[in-house]
């Protein structure tokens, strides 16, 4: 045993001067093997059961349960557990926190692979045969960014995962985003042929918000998380009673920043009286054209589906410079939004191949080295106008993508966002976009219901057992006169 403990020591001396006094570091608590975010005899016992073939871990389990860092688990481990509890090692080390070990430029270049990458991979995942798919990852990972802020443990592990990036570098990553890509509107007066002032204008607007109930005052809604979601995403904090009317005041909230467009993003009954709070995200974009479309040169014309069916479009038509095209025969253009700062891109694959299996061959990735890759050649594109509306749940979504714990009652751990037992109950997407000669109208929103198994611990009841005589009345309360009234002074023979 002094062999064991001796070697134990010796590990413990060599695992903490490895981590500790690193730049960035952060305390991870040793030999948790069960989540409970303490290190007891349970966790030994887990670690012996570990040993012996009894119990499968998880691959988490497995690295908790490797208590000394010598990458085996073995009964040494549960012996590190025991001097743990026994408070006769401590209980926590130093470890690197990635997050801090990225400079602002990597974060950008992270945080710009990691929204293009999450879109193709949610956009694959909801597209249907012969359907119409928007949706907006910008919005998405916004709320789930926020959302993110509450969790801990593997929950936020798997959101880390999902989102590309670990929390402190979102929270920057969208800090950033919010005050450098969501600028200022731009707007120019322009005099057409007929000397009249025409105005041509962009506009990009980003919105958080956060609701949670505050009907008795008793939800207990964590100060930081709030702060969290106010000073780094500039989240409207909104208390509410979350009753029937919260529908139509988020929904009011989400017209509002919208400019209009998504009117309803709640149907009624979405706020249940387990929710105790929505986080919602609404992306407004509205931008003219560089370069704007003549409508003299609009015609009809007839457009092919995959199935081999066709519909008749109104198409647009205007000389363009700006190609794209891929080793994969897709081909496409890009054009400038008025400022030069957003542009719109549409791609097409080659004849004969279906755009589905053309999307699950386009990674985020691939996707930006095609839109970094625009070549100079003159092009007469035709493009037809369209209006969309589009929802979706994203719950199987989501967790396809591997956020899989948080939409688990028994799993989920937002224990940073509130001391109730909270999971994700639903996450709602609805976009909108309308683009003609002029440019460009789109809009999305994003809501993540929080529910709670129990909003409150059960209070401790006072035990009244009528076990002796009682009276009884059965009265009016108008007027508390009694209808019946009565006494019980035996059970027997009673039916």
């Known amino acids: 045993m002094k062999k064991v403990i001796s070697a134990i ?8 001067s490895a981590s500790a006094l690193t730049a960035g570091a952060k305390e991870k608590l040793i030999g948790d093997v069960n989540f409970d975010k303490t290190t007891n005899v349970v966790d030994a016992t887990l670690v012996q059961q570990i040993c012996a073939d009894l119990i499968d871990p998880t691959k988490e389990q497995e690295a908790a349960a490797d208590a000394d860092g010598n990458g085996i688990v073995n009964i040494n481990d549960a012996t590190y557990i025991q001097m743990i509890a026994a408070e006769m090692l401590p209980a926590t080390i130093d470890v690197p926190d990635p997050t801090e070990q990225l400079t602002p430029e990597q974060i950008q270049a992270k945080g710009n692979a990691a929204v293009a990458d999450f879109g193709m991979t949610l956009l694959n995942k909801s597209v249907k045969d012969d359907s119409n798919t928007l949706i907006s990852p910008v919005s998405i990972m916004y709320a789930l960014a926020v959302a993110a802020n509450g969790a801990d443990g593997e929950t936020l592990s798997q959101m880390e995962k999902a989102l590309g990036l670990p929390i402190g570098a979102l929270n920057e990553y969208f800090k950033n985003y919010t005050e450098n890509v969501a600028a200022n509107p731009d707007e120019e007066v322009l005099t057409n042929c007929f000397g009249e002032p025409e105005y041509i204008s962009r506009k990009l607007s980003i919105a958080n918000s956060v609701w949670y109930k505050d009907s008795d005052g008793t939800v207990p809604v964590k100060e930081q998380f709030l702060t969290t979601a106010s000073d780094v995403y500039g989240a409207d904090i909104k208390p509410s009673a979350f009753d029937s009317s919260t529908v139509g005041e988020i929904n009011k909230w989400v017209d509002q920043k919208t400019d209009g467009m998504i009117k309803k993003l709640l149907e009624d009954g979405s706020i249940t009286p387990a929710t105790l709070m929505c986080l919602v995200n609404a992306v407004c974009f509205d931008a003219d054209w560089e370069e704007q479309y003549d409508k003299n040169n609009n015609f009809k014309a007839s457009f092919t589906r995959d199935n081999g069916t066709t519909d008749t ?67 007469s594109v035709s493009l037809p106008k ?75 009841p006072y035990y009244l057992t009528f076990d002796r005589p009682f009276v009884y009345v059965i009265y009016h309360k108008g007027t508390n006169t009694p209808l019946f009234i009565g006494t019980m002074k035996n059970l027997a023979n009673i039916t």
């Not at 400038?336 to 699950?360: C, Q, R, S, W």
């Not at 967790?399 to 109730?420: E, H, L, T, V």
Request: charged share 25%; with cysteine.
């Open 313 to 379: 479009a109104d198409f647009m038509k205007h000389e363009e410079y700006n190609y794209l095209s891929d080793n994969d025969g897709a081909e496409g253009f890009v054009k400038d939004y008025f400022g030069g700062e957003f542009a719109f891109a549409a791609i097409m694959p080659k004849k004969g191949v279906k755009l589905n299996d053309y999307l699950a061959s386009l990674s985020g990735e691939k996707l930006q080295s095609m839109l970094s890759g625009v070549s100079n050649k003159y092009l």
């Open 9 to 16: 020591l010796a590990a413990v001396i060599t695992f903490s």
């Open 386 to 460: 369209f209006k969309l509306e589009y929802g979706t749940s994203l719950n199987s979504k989501l967790q396809d993508m591997g956020i899989k714990d948080a939409f688990d009652p028994g799993k989920a751990d937002f224990s940073n966002m509130c001391s109730s037992k909270t999971y994700i109950g639903s996450a709602i997407h609805k976009t909108f976009i309308e683009l003609n000669e002029r440019g460009t109208r789109a809009a999305a929103a994003t809501a993540i219901t929080m529910e709670t198994t129990s909003l409150l611990d059960p209070p401790i």
